[in-house]
T-cell receptor, first 115, second 114 residues
Framework: DAGVIQSPRHEVTEMGQEVTLRCKPI?????LFWYRQTMMRGLELLIY????????DSGMPEDRFSAKMPNASFSTLKIQPSEPRDSAVYFC?????????????FGPGTRLTVL | KQEVTQIPAALSVPEGENLVLNCSFT??????LQWFRQDPGKGLTSLLL?????REQTSGRLNASLDKSSGRSTLYIAASQPGDSATYLC?????????????FGQGTTLQVKP
C-alpha cells in the first residue's frame, strides 16, 4: 500500500482565498483524522471520521473550516476564507479501529502558507 | 481535560548512550498510549502502541513502558545512533470503540551526536 496520500504537499495562497486540502486514506481503514501542527500549539486534532461519518469536530477552529468524506477513499479539508494564522502543516491520518488495535498512520502533510 | 506533557523538550546525547524519554498524562482513564517519531518536514511514524492493560512493549532497541496509575510512560532507546535523531511524541487515546481521538504531547527533540 502507498500509505496515506495527501495533496498538495505545499500550498501558498493569499489571505481571503479558498484552500482545499485532500487526503486518500489507506485502503481498508475505517477512520480518518485531520490534524494541524504549529510550533506554538503542537499537534491538534481538527476532526475525525469513522466509516465516513464525522464523529468529533470539536477541534475545528471556526466556521471557516469544513471537512468532508464523501466515500471511504477520499476526504477534503477546506478553509474559506483563509487567514495568515491558518499557516501550519496539516496532516491526515487513517487507522483501522477494530477492538484494541488502532495504530494511526500519518500522511506526509500539507504545508500551508497564507500570506 | 486530558493533558499530555513530555520532558525534556530537547535532548542531546553522544552516540551509543542509552536514554529515556518521559511522557506524563493527567487522566489515567486511557485506552492506549502510542509513541511516534517525526523527522523534520515529515509526517509521524508510529513506533509502539501500549494497551491500557499492558505494562510495556518492545521493538528492537526501543522499549516503552506504561504506568497508568501514576500517569506516566517512558520510551527507552538503547545504544542510540545518529539515525535516531528526530522528534518523539507520545499520544494517549481516551476511549474505546470509535472514540479514536488522540491527545498529543509537545514532543521531545532528540539529537544523537556521532
Amino acid at each position: 500500500d502507498a500509505g496515506v496520500i495527501q495533496s498538495p504537499r505545499h500550498e501558498v495562497t493569499e489571505m481571503g482565498q479558498e484552500v482545499t486540502l485532500r487526503c486518500k486514506p489507506i485502503s481498508g481503514h475505517n477512520s480518518l483524522f485531520w490534524y494541524r501542527q504549529t510550533m506554538m500549539r503542537g499537534l491538534e486534532l481538527l476532526i475525525y471520521f469513522n466509516n465516513n461519518v464525522p464523529i468529533d469536530d470539536s477541534g475545528m477552529p471556526e466556521d471557516r473550516f469544513s471537512a468532508k468524506m464523501p466515500n471511504a477513499s477520499f476526504s477534503t479539508l477546506k478553509i474559506q476564507p483563509s487567514e495568515p494564522r491558518d499557516s501550519a502543516v496539516y496532516f491526515c491520518a487513517s487507522s483501522l479501529i477494530q477492538g484494541a488495535t488502532d495504530t494511526q498512520y500519518f500522511g506526509p502533510g500539507t504545508r500551508l502558507t497564507v500570506l | 481535560k486530558q493533558e499530555v506533557t513530555q520532558i525534556p523538550a530537547a535532548l542531546s546525547v553522544p552516540e551509543g548512550e542509552n536514554l529515556v524519554l518521559n511522557c506524563s498524562f493527567t487522566d489515567s482513564a486511557i485506552y492506549n498510549l502510542q509513541w511516534f517519531r517525526q523527522d523534520p518536514g515529515k509526517g509521524l511514524t508510529s513506533l509502539l502502541l501500549i494497551q491500557s492493560s499492558q505494562r510495556e512493549q518492545t521493538s528492537g532497541r526501543l522499549n516503552a513502558s506504561l504506568d497508568k496509575s501514576s500517569g506516566r510512560s517512558t520510551l527507552y532507546i538503547a545504544a542510540s545512533q545518529p539515525g535516531d535523531s528526530a522528534t518523539y511524541l507520545c499520544a494517549v487515546r481516551r476511549g474505546s470503540g470509535n472514540t479514536g481521538k488522540l491527545i498529543f504531547g509537545q514532543g521531545t527533540t532528540l539529537q544523537v551526536k556521532p
